[in-house]
């Protein structure tokens, strides 16, 4: 675990700065498209990875990754600043979801808080209907109650 967090500006060598950037914008790109929410216990796998596809892409880049993938530190604090990507991304989507749901369903209000809610919600996954905005959750609940 780390004690502080990694920062852009602490990779000194242009090169390994580039590398890091490329990167981080790699798994900007595999959140938003592929995989919203990665497994943290993938981290070093997906991310290194994603970091090998950039620096093949780059010329010079894949004798900087060589370099960095025998210095285990700066590898460490490489894979930890790139993992940002995925984190931030995934609050993003939960913030903008936790927005968009409740009044896309019909799900605001004061009469559907605590059991009420969890019961709407749960016929809605069950049902596979989270993907459809134009159904009426107050009258499609009282059919099951």
């Given amino acids: ?12 060598s242009a090169n390994v700065h580039h590398l890091t950037k490329l990167g981080h914008h790699h798994l900007h790109q595999h959140v938003t ?3 919203d929410f990665p497994f943290p216990v993938d981290k070093d796998e997906l991310c290194w990875k994603l970091i090998q596809e950039s620096a093949v892409k780059e010329p010079g880049l894949e004798q900087v990754l060589a370099e960095v993938e025998k210095e285990k530190n700066m590898k460490e604090r490489l894979l930890d600043y790139i993992w940002g990507a995925a984190t931030q991304v995934s609050g993003e989507l939960v913030v903008k979801a936790r927005l968009a749901v409740p009044t896309t369903y019909g799900l ?6 605590g059991n009420a809610l969890f019961d709407v919600l749960k016929w809605l996954i069950q049902q596979g209907k989270l993907i459809h905005s134009g159904i009426d959750t107050k009258v499609s609940c009282q059919l099951l109650f």
């Fill in 33 to 35: 498209t592929i995989e």
């Fill in 108 to 113: 605001q209000g004061e009469s559907l808080k």
């Fill in 1 to 12: 675990s780390k004690l502080s967090k990694t920062s852009l500006a602490s990779f000194e």
